[in-house]
């Protein structure tokens, strides 16, 4: 017992000095008035102190320190393990619980045994696909997949009957789905459906209406937008009519900068389409609308060009637009471009920038496009697309940085091609916590030709300078494209597009999700 060893005179107990004057009976200058309690007292704190913590012998762990309890029944601390996990008060294993490596491809975490789990990083977490016993696809754009405000996603197309083409062939097609890849709700709507926006209540879905469809004329096309509930039920739905002209929405962005200057309404949006009221050739435009679907203003981009179209809208932190697309499918010069855009009637462009060579070849114009557009918070823009590489149908990804010095134009940093021998796109593009990008698009090893049925889904992973980490395919053996991209919740990626190699009926929605990055 320490306190049995205690000396008044000196005041030592063990390696403990006690100061004599906190003893019982102590009277100032004479030491040996002290009496020292007996083990026997009860009711003091050093009664508790000597009440045994643990059975000698015992082992256990604190934190990832072991511990042991001596003979004295008090646990004793041994430094941490060192990339070891103490498990039963001893370190076992190769690595310690907060240990974690990451590669491009792969992320090594320590488990509770103090080994390593690796997770391939380009594995998906889950597959699925969406459809009927027609023909589902949807189009080859960012635009076709929107988070809805309740977290979960929706991917709109158009589903038909084996053999039916064109606007008015089938129905507009809107499958809900989970985080994890479960179909929620599938809808069918009138018309021919290619682009949707997530509102907190819902989502805006917007298209071609069918010649005849709730006012549109029969001879023209007009463009279409309705609101979604979050059941699928549809809020209100309009055609938009242009007077002898064509008129068709290609993608919708939200919350709305409004074209005439106006402040934005709540949930308002805006629309890039083409229409061909200057002459025979569709010209791009914005329109913007309110939270119910009124028109608000209209905006034209006449480039001069044969045959122009915006694939893909995004609004920058300034409140301006940037819209990618293509220029001059039917003329002598083809060229993937991005347009600037004010957000006001009286700032209205504020220039474009054609990207990469002038070609003209017999071949589809979204070979030679910009598909995607990504503003970063820098003020930078990420272009994604398409290019030819050479005169015999080999096309390229490519993926490019872009600045508009003083708000105006559009001028090039850099740009890099991803591919090889046949044909590869890129169609969407989503930025990484690291500052790196990840690209979904589609490769084939035959050329780049309007028949070729023989792609994959395409995803490569590069740095912040554009340079790839990895790429992968994805799909089976028939007809795989992908077309949209987006981060979720849990910090995976889920990668959408459509699908001839599985699914209910010859063509279907197709999704999967992968890590792509390590998890923070």
């Not at 380009?122 to 699925?128: D, F, N």
């Not at 002038?358 to 503003?375: E, K």
């Not at 096309?395 to 890099?416: D, H, I, Q, S």
Request: charged share 15%.
């Amino acid at each position: 017992d320490p306190l049995q060893s205690c000396q008044p005179d000196t005041g030592e107990c063990g390696s403990t000095v006690i100061d004599p004057a906190t003893l019982p009976n102590y009277t100032p200058g004479d030491e040996n008035s002290v009496t020292v309690p007996s083990a026997g007292d009860a009711g003091t704190a050093d009664a508790d102190a000597r009440t045994p913590e643990c059975v000698g012998g015992a082992k256990r762990c604190d934190g990832n320190a072991p511990q042991v309890c001596d003979e004295g029944g008090r646990w004793r601390t041994s430094p941490a393990c060192n990339h070891q996990t103490c498990i039963d008060g001893a370190c076992v294993g190769v690595c310690a619980p907060a240990d974690r490596e990451c590669l491009p491809t792969t992320s090594k975490a320590c488990n509770p045994t103090g080994n390593w789990t690796t997770t391939d990083l380009t594995v998906p977490k889950w597959t699925q696909t969406y459809g009927t016993a027609n023909n589902e696809v949807l189009q080859v754009a960012p635009s076709t997949l929107a988070k809805m405000g309740d977290g979960n996603y929706l991917l709109v197309g158009n589903t038909a009957e084996a053999g039916a083409v064109g606007v008015g062939a089938g129905d507009g097609y809107a499958v809900k789905l989970s985080p994890t890849g479960a179909k929620l709700w599938e809808k069918t709507l009138g018309t021919y459906l290619v682009s949707a926006t997530g509102t907190t209540d819902g989502a805006i879905v917007c298209g071609t209406a069918k010649r005849g469809l709730l006012g549109c004329t029969a001879n023209r096309n007009c463009g279409y937008c309705a609101k979604l509930g979050l059941d699928g039920s549809i809020v209100w739905q309009k055609t938009y009519v242009q007077a002898n002209n064509d008129l068709d929405f290609y993608d919708v962005v939200a919350p709305g900068g409004l074209p005439d200057g106006g402040a934005p309404a709540t949930e308002s949006f805006v629309v890039a389409g083409r229409t061909t009221s200057g002459d025979a050739f569709f010209d791009p435009m914005l329109q913007s609308f309110d939270a119910n679907g009124t028109l608000l203003g209209t905006n034209i981009h006449r480039t001069g060009k044969r045959q122009d179209q915006f694939y893909d809208l995004r609004r920058a932190g300034d409140g301006t637009y940037f819209a990618a697309g293509y220029l001059d499918e039917y003329g002598p010069c083809q060229q993937a471009y991005l347009a600037h855009l004010g957000s006001s009637a009286t700032d209205a462009f504020r220039g474009q920038l054609p990207i990469g060579p002038c070609l003209s070849i017999a071949h589809p114009p979204t070979a030679n496009a910009a598909s995607a557009v990504l503003p970063l918070a820098d003020g930078s823009v990420m272009v994604a697309g398409s290019q030819y590489v050479d005169a015999t149908a080999t096309v390229e990804a490519f993926l490019g940085r872009y600045t508009a010095p003083g708000g105006g134009a559009p001028v090039e940093a850099w740009r890099k091609f991803h591919g090889g021998p046949g044909a590869q796109t890129a169609n969407a593009v989503e930025q990484l916590p690291d500052g790196g990008f990840l690209l979904v698009g589609a490769t084939s090893a035959l050329p780049w030709t309007a028949d070729n049925e023989a792609f994959d889904v395409f995803v490569v992973r590069t740095n912040a300078s554009g340079d790839v980490l990895w790429e992968r395919a994805y799909g089976g053996a028939g007809n795989d494209i992908g077309s949209s991209v987006a981060r979720m919740a849990d910090g995976s990626y889920l990668i959408t597009g459509r699908t001839t190699s599985s699914g209910a009926g010859s063509s279907d929605f197709y999704a999967f999700a992968i890590p792509a990055v390590c998890p923070p």
